[in-house]
């Protein structure tokens, strides 16, 4: 169906500017240094920037908004490695060409922002292709959301309603869930809360412990029994990241999934996954699916990669009328982007046995296994990760380390974050984009930043 306005010139005209606008990005293709003269152009944006914001950035970083595939130029001239892609949503790379398409074709409409009110047809198209992409599962309805916490609100809500007056909630310690007011108790981490009073109970039992497989799932299950055996009857669901983000990529197996969420199921719990950060990055485009978890889901949210957010249910879960509302769906460019992607992402080779994220994964964990073990003996130690989504502990893996690390990282090009805590690790969250010259170029950057820091 034609969106916004349409004519033959409309269409040439649009042609043109689409090559034009990728021939000068795709010119930011290869790592370099600061130019001479603008040198000083981004520490003097940022401090002005600081004062308006009221805090400090934690790199010297401001994007001039020219880059291609894995590259990001900043406003000093210098261009690097983009490998944690904003926390997540830049998942194709950058400037790549459904995203200038997407911003293109919005240009032919009447609004920036659609909502609920009075619908769109971004919205309708993004809905269906997404109820489509969760079709084994028995997932079946889709609310949008301005931000990966408020889908989690919502979902909050759904459940709330359902099984009112169980209201407290069983979460995983190192979780990640937002910060809203909600999500921040759902959020494992107490610093992220500090001065705030409790708005909902939530019992938090240890996920997957990668140093014990064996026992992992019995000690998940004795903390659950213990939980209901204090609040017996209170709780509504059990919420989980498969893969937590924050924590530095924390993950179980199918078989630890399976027996947790039979265990769910047995005691009238709805199981809830958030995949704000997961969504796209693992072999399949859910990591529900990539666990083979399917069946077991009644409530999904997701966001970043997909360039807009919101919240998956089953017809079971689906609210009364006013309960869940909002004035905003998303941009009409940010929605129109999200449907190309999950189709792209779908129809092309990237999920799956040998699909590009397979590849992305085992390559990046053999060469940092390798690194540790050979030139980076004693430097490198455990490296993991799901999908495009890897992580490693540089050092003794304390913060004071791999913050020093991360920053002479960025210094020699390479821009990735810090997750978790006892132990700190270096977080990637790969770009598509990358080809195999990259990769190589990457890991010469990661042996030769290590040899100056650690
Ligand atoms: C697992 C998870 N849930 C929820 C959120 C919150 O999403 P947002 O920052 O869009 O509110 C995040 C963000 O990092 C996340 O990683």
Not at 143 to 168: E, H, T
Not at 217 to 235: F, G, R, S
Not at 283 to 296: K, T, V
Not at 314 to 333: D, R, V, Y
Request: negative net charge.
């Amino acid at each position: 169906m034609i969106h916004g306005v349409h004519s033959n010139e409309i269409q040439e005209l649009s042609n043109k500017l689409f090559s034009e606008i990728l021939k000068e990005q795709q010119k930011v293709m290869a790592v370099k240094p600061a130019d001479e003269d603008k040198k000083h152009l981004t520490e003097e944006v940022l401090k002005e920037y600081e004062g308006y914001k009221g805090r400090g950035f934690f790199f010297n970083y401001m994007a001039s908004g020219r880059g291609h595939g894995p590259f990001t130029e900043i406003i000093d001239g210098s261009v690097k490695y983009d490998l944690i892609g904003a926390i997540g949503p830049n998942l194709l790379g950058h400037s790549h060409p459904l995203y200038i398409k997407a911003h293109l074709e919005a240009a032919t409409n009447d609004v920036m922002m659609c909502g609920n009110l009075l619908s769109h047809l971004e919205p309708y198209e993004l809905s269906k292709t997404l109820i489509d992409s969760v079709k084994g599962s028995r997932l079946k309805h889709f609310w949008f959301a301005g931000s990966g916490s408020f889908a989690n609100d919502s979902a909050l809500k759904m459940l709330w309603q359902k099984k009112a007056p169980n209201y407290r909630l069983i979460a995983f310690q190192k979780a990640f869930a937002g910060r809203s007011i909600a999500t921040q108790d759902i959020t494992y981490n107490a610093a992220y809360r500090e001065g705030m009073p409790s708005s909902i109970k939530v019992d938090h039992v240890p996920h997957f412990d990668h140093t014990d497989p064996e026992n992992a799932l019995d000690k998940t299950l004795n903390a659950l029994k213990e939980v209901v055996k204090e609040y017996p009857n209170q709780h509504c669901a059990i919420m989980l990241e498969l893969v937590q983000g924050e924590a530095g990529f924390v993950y179980g197996t199918k078989e630890y999934y399976e027996g947790v969420f039979k265990w769910a199921k047995e005691n009238g719990l709805y199981i809830w996954v958030d995949e704000v950060q997961s969504f796209a990055r693992t072999r399949e485009l859910f990591a529900f699916q990539h666990f083979g978890l399917d069946q077991y889901v009644d409530i999904v949210t997701t966001g970043k990669a997909l360039q807009a957010c919101g919240t998956f249910f089953t017809e079971e879960l689906n609210p009364k009328p006013g309960l869940i509302a909002g004035t905003f769906n998303g941009s009409i460019a940010a929605l129109n982007a999200g449907n190309k992607i999950v189709r792209y992402l779908t129809e092309g080779n990237f999920y799956g046995e040998n699909g590009r994220i397979q590849q992305l994964e085992e390559k990046f964990i053999s060469k940092l296994n390798h690194l540790g073990n050979t030139t980076c003996k004693d430097k490198i130690g455990y490296a993991g990760g799901v999908g495009t989504m890897i992580s490693f502990e540089v050092g003794d893996a304390s913060k004071e380390t791999t913050s020093a690390f991360i920053k002479k990282l960025f210094e020699n090009g390479i821009v990735s974050f810090l997750a978790g805590k006892d132990p700190v690790r270096v977080r990637f969250l790969l770009p598509l984009a990358l080809t195999d010259e990259h990769i190589d170029e990457i890991f010469s950057i990661i042996e030769k930043t290590a040899a100056e820091v650690l």
